[in-house]
C-alpha cells in the first residue's frame, strides 16, 4: 500500500506569548487535542521557512514549505496570482498588482493627493469588473493588458515589460501620493488618467452616497517576471493536490502542475468551509488516487492582522477539530497509511498584526510508526525539541522520506 502525505498549513498561525493569555500564545491557548494528539504520537521541532533577506510573505514561505526553494523561484507575488486567473504569461511579460484604491478628491494635481484606503473598502469583484472595464476601454493597447482578479486585487501586464520597484500601496496610507508614483512614465500616465476615468464613475458616485470609499485610482506595484517552477511530481515522484481558498496558492499549484480543488464556501476568512476542505483533502487521497494533498487555511494568518486574540484562538480550534481531525479520521477509515505535518507558514503575532520571518513549529505524524511521548504542539515546546529544519525548502523531503 502507497503511503500518503498531507501537509495542513495554518497560515499565520505561530505567535508570541500574550499578556491576555496569561504569558501562552494563542497556539498554546487553543484547546487542539487532535493536534495534540499527533504530536504526542509523532514529532515536533522548528524550521525556518524564509531565507535570510527575504521578505516574509506568504508567497515566499508557502513556496518554501512546498519544497521550491524562494531564492531560486520567487519571481514576485502578481505573477502568481496571474497564474492563477489562467493568465499565460510569456517569458518577456512583466506582471504587476493593479489595485483599485481610494484617493482624496479635494486636490487638484493628482500629486498631491493622498492615499486613503488600499483596498477600496473591500469592493466587491462585482463592482470592481465595472471599474475596471472602463479603465480597459481608455488604457488598453497591445502592450498593457488589464485583468479582473477578485476585489481591489487585479492584474496588468506589460508586454517586455521592466521589473521596477515600486511603492506597496498599504505601506504609505495616509500619505501624499507624489514621491510614491512610478518613475516610469508610461505608468504613471495610467495611474493618472485612471483616475480620471474612475473619479466621477457612476458606480463610485453610489458608493460615496452609501458613505463606503470610491475605487477610484489605479495603483501598480508587485512587479515580476513569469515563475518557472518544476512540477512537483517531476520533484517529488508524487501526484500533487491543493486545497486552498486564496489566488496566491492557487497560483503556485498551478505553476507547479498540482490540482487545484475547488471547495464551495471557502473564503479564507474565519467562517470558512472547513469540513469541506478536509472532505475535499480525504476525497482526492482515497478516490482519485493522488499521493499528496496540501490543505491551506488562511484563517488563523487574517485574525492576526486583524489583531484579534480571540478569534485567531478560534480560528486554530477550528483547524484542529474541522480540518485536522476529519482529514485523520477520514484516512484512518479509509484504512490508508499517512504521514502527516502540520505547521504555519511564517508568525503573524498578533502584537504587530504582520509578518515575520521566525522560526516556525511543526508536528510531523506518521501513522505506521506512532510513538508515545509526553509533548505538545506549540511554539515554546517545539523550540525545546531537537528537530531544526534550516532550510524550509527542504522539510518535503522530509516529510515524504526522500
Ligand atoms: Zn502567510
Redesign the pocket.
Known sequence: MNMKYVIVLG??MADLPLEELGGMTPLEYAKTPCMDYLAAAGEIGTAHTIPDGMAP??DT??LSVLGYDPKQYYSGRSPLEALSIGVDMRPTDVSLRCNLVTLTEEEENFEDKKILDHSSGEISTEEAAVLLEAVKQELETDCYKFYVGTSYRHLLIWQQGEVLKLSQPHDVLGQTIGQYLPQDEMLQNMMRKSYEILVNHPINQKRKEQGKNPANSCWFWGAGTRPSLSSFQEKTGLQGAMVSAVDLLKGIAVGASMKNICVEGANGGLHTNYRGKAQAAVDVLTKEQYDFVYVHVEAP?EMGHQGSVEKKVQAIQFLDEQVIAPIKEGLEQAGEEFRMLVMP??P?PICIRT?TGDDVPYLLYDSSAPQKNMWKYNEREAAKSSHHISKGCEMIDYLIQK
Open positions: 497560515d499565520g510573505g506568504s514561505a508557502n494568518d507558514d511564517h503573524t509578518h
